[in-house]
């Protein structure tokens, strides 16, 4: 799924609200990465990005569960939303909800930087559901973004439930 981005100066920062469905049932992660404006091409270097987030998880009979920081401050080719797998959207709770706030994607000036929330998502191969209470991904070069890419880290089909983006102005 790709989603084109304003390259206008009239907002702070944007916001994007995000419906995904994965199609099968795998061990795979929703991945996302931007592409620049001035060279029309995506990031997926091995330092391009740095994120860092923090994720709740629960056994479904509620009998185990706890905390988990994600991440890779390193430098790695993408941005992950979420510490578990992917469902596999054959209930409500196997669908992927994300809201994500974006900032600095206008100018060269400073580095774009991404700040979701997912919401819970039931893994498809096991019996736990995973949310996150924050993510936050850096692009690791001052560069304009004109579109972002989402994908699943193993490359199989998903469904587009719709996405919102609207302008925040101060």
């Known amino acids: 799924l790709t989603i084109d981005l304003p390259l206008t100066t009239d907002f702070e920062y944007l916001k994007l609200i995000l419906r995904l469905r994965a199609e099968t049932t795998s061990e795979a992660y929703w991945h996302m990465v931007v592409r620049n404006n001035a060279t029309g091409g995506y990031l997926t270097g091995s330092t391009d990005y740095k994120y860092i987030g923090q994720a709740a998880y629960l056994q479904t009979s509620g009998g185990l569960g706890g905390t988990g920081s994600i991440g890779d401050t390193n430098g790695i080719t993408y941005i992950r939303w ?21 900032y600095n994607t206008v100018g060269t000036d400073r580095g774009p930087r991404f700040h979701g929330v997912r919401q819970a998502e039931n893994r498809s191969t096991d019996e736990w559901t995973y949310m996150e209470a ?33 302008k925040v102005t101060r």
Do not use: C, P, R, W
């Not at 992917?86 to 974006?102: A, K, Q, R």
């Open 82 to 102: 979420g510490n578990g797998f992917t469902g596999d959207g054959s209930e409500e709770e196997e669908l992927f909800y994300l809201n994500v706030d974006i």
């Open 134 to 166: 924050g993510t936050t991904g850096i692009v690791m070069s001052n560069i304009q973004v004109d579109q972002i890419k989402f994908l699943k880290s193993d490359g199989a089909e998903f469904s587009n439930f719709g996405h919102t983006l609207y």
